[in-house]
């Protein structure tokens, strides 16, 4: 089994920053990609960033490139988000996923096996 435990969502005002956790409880034998999706009001759930938690290498969103950053600490089995730059279409719910290996280009919803309960991001202007 395997749980994900977000926390550091909250608000704040546009232009500014936030960080997200994510500590990975169980067996995280066969999760070596650890990353975020979101989801804004009325969308979709949308890639956000992964990272491989062995490699290292990361790939981030194309709406979020520049602004977000992924990284972990193995050691603490977590995985991190830095938000910089926030506007209010970064505002939703945000999640943190897990899959056995990182995908090329993020990938979709379906391909994600493990789902945190999310925590909630609110950018007001």
């Known amino acids: 089994w395997l749980q994900l435990v977000e926390s550091g969502g909250g608000s704040v005002q546009a232009g500014g920053s936030l960080n997200l956790s994510c500590e990975v409880e169980?067996?995280?034998?066969?999760?070596?990609?650890m990353g975020w999706f979101r989801q804004v009001p009325g969308k979709e759930r949308e890639f956000v960033a992964t990272?491989?938690?062995?490699?290292?290498?990361?790939y981030i969103g194309a709406p979020v490139a520049g602004r977000f950053t992924i990284s972990r600490d193995n050691a603490e089995n977590t995985i991190f988000l830095q938000m910089t730059s926030l506007t209010p279409e970064d505002t939703g719910i945000y999640f943190c996923?897990?899959?056995?290996?990182?995908?090329?280009?993020?990938?979709?919803?379906?391909?994600?096996?493990?789902w945190g309960q999310g925590t909630v991001v609110i950018v007001s202007s």
């Open positions: 169980g067996d995280t034998a066969d999760r070596d990609c």
């Open positions: 996923v897990a899959r056995p290996k990182c995908l090329p280009h993020g990938g979709w919803e379906a391909d994600y096996n493990d």
């Open positions: 990272i491989s938690t062995r490699a290292g290498s990361t």
